[in-house]
């Protein structure tokens, strides 16, 4: 599901603007995704371990001397341990301290440019993407080039890709940012290739933060994954996790990646492991699938039961309503209740998987109009997401327009043969059903019109 890193990884693509002017100098080789040759890979600096110790210190040095720049550091801090451990609180903490930096007049503008980031961070980490991309563009008037990268997540994040781009253009590199451009794009191959410049590159440095390491080796394992090369992406959430091993995004994907191998219980292992650490609606989703296809009838209706209640929590907070309505929608299962959550979640942004999320809460309510719609829109720009070409081929299908499932589940296949553990079996019945009697003959198609 592409909800893995809802709650998390938009604060971390947010904040990496601190990272877009390093420079890329790896040399790469070999067919595929090219790789450094000879990485240099520095030993990982644990920071994590320090993290409570760094934010009880600058707290205590606030409330002696709150100047701009301990209540800066002390924000910059509560987003480190949020994306560690994702504790709401420390959004709201680090909101609060990037206000004060703000309310002071005496500092550097490079100062204020800064604490404008951080805030907008910690907005879009509580999904208040109209209020982060505000904030930002007040950091721009002071200084334009330090944000760019920054207004362009956020405008991705709002489905404003157009506005995105041209804030891309005005920058070199652009790293992660123009990775997820990329991807979301059609541009998955380069998409890839970004990823693993800047993995490598980060690599490179003791002092970089150990979360933010392995969530370069989680993102390259989500590429990798969309793209078939199910070995790599494997190896890189097992490198995600061996640099931090408390990277719940990394265990969810694995948990994904060996459902849709059907490696049951490596499944329900890693599942498990990631709900102990931070229950999620999606590590819970993987759980209670492992405990189905394991026989433990008794136990999946536990974890789907605790699925419910995570996810009131979360909405609370406005954090899992996207998951919860994909999970409903495939389990058939609190479908109305889907489908007002998608339609909701659309009214607050309209970018792509929030337009494939209300497609098939509305398929899977029998609105196929509604669900057309949705699903044109989720694919206006070329997207190379197995799942969203099976979304599309199964809409398709229902409205009689045969030609054009067969082009979407053929898509959805050639990106890749396992991308799910029942749909990618449903998409070649649905191939055969339509007269394709040799789907795995298919061979990637061009983008569609």
């Not at 709900?275 to 819970?284: H, I, K, M, R």
Request: hydrophobic share 45%; proline share 5%; no cysteine.
């Amino acid at each position: 599901m592409k909800s893995l890193n809802l709650f998390r990884w938009p604060v971390i693509l947010a904040s990496l603007v601190l990272l877009l002017f390093v420079g890329l100098r790896s040399i790469y080789a070999s067919p595929g995704i090219r790789r450094p040759t000879q990485p240099w890979v520095a030993p990982v600096y644990p920071d994590y371990q320090d993290r409570h110790a760094w934010v009880s210190g600058y707290e205590a040095i606030v409330q002696e001397h709150p100047s701009f720049l301990s209540l800066r550091l002390l924000a910059e801090e509560y987003l480190k341990r949020f994306r560690e451990v994702a504790d709401p609180e420390d959004l709201l903490r680090a909101e609060e301290a990037a206000r004060r930096v703000l309310g002071i007049k005496a500092q550097p503008e490079s100062s204020r440019v800064i604490a404008y980031s951080v805030l907008a961070s910690a907005l879009v980490g509580q999904h208040r993407f109209a209020e982060a991309l505000a904030v930002a563009e007040q950091g721009e008037r002071i200084a334009p080039e330090p944000l760019q990268t920054q207004l362009a997540s956020i405008l991705m994040e709002l489905g404003e890709y157009e506005q995105a781009e041209q804030h891309l253009k005005q920058v070199k590199g652009g790293g992660t940012v123009q990775a997820r451009y990329l991807e979301l794009t059609g541009h998955l191959q380069e998409a890839r290739q970004r990823i693993q410049e800047s993995m490598a590159q980060i690599d490179r440095f003791y002092t970089n933060p150990a979360e933010l390491r392995s969530w370069f080796h989680m993102r390259a394992a989500d590429l990798a994954f969309l793209a078939g090369a199910l070995d790599e992406a494997e190896q890189r959430y097992q490198e995600a996790l061996q640099i931090y091993p408390q990277q719940v995004p990394a265990l969810t994907g694995l948990a994904r990646l060996y459902a849709a191998q059907h490696r049951w219980p490596e499944a329900l292992e890693v599942a498990s492991q990631g709900a102990d650490l931070l229950p999620t609606v999606d590590n819970l989703g993987h759980k209670a699938d492992a405990q189905r296809a394991l026989g433990d009838f008794e136990g999946a209706a536990a974890t789907e039961e605790l699925i419910g209640t995570v996810a009131h929590l979360g909405r609370v907070k406005g954090l899992y309503d996207r998951a919860l309505a994909i999970y409903y929608s495939e389990h058939g299962i609190h479908l109305s209740e889907a489908l007002q959550i998608a339609r909701h979640e659309l009214l607050l942004r309209q970018d792509i998987y929030s337009q494939d999320t209300l497609a098939w809460a509305a398929a899977a309510n029998g609105h196929w109009q509604e669900a057309k719609s949705a699903i044109q829109q989720a694919l206006r720009l070329n997207t190379e997401d197995p799942l969203l070409h099976f979304h599309a081929g199964m809409i398709a299908a229902q409205v009689q327009e045969p030609q054009e499932a067969v082009q979407h589940f053929s898509q959805a296949l050639a990106l890749n043969p396992h991308f799910h553990p029942r749909y990618a079996e449903q998409a070649r019945e649905m191939l055969k059903e339509l007269g394709i009697q040799n789907p795995e003959s298919l061979q990637p198609l061009s983008p569609l019109a």
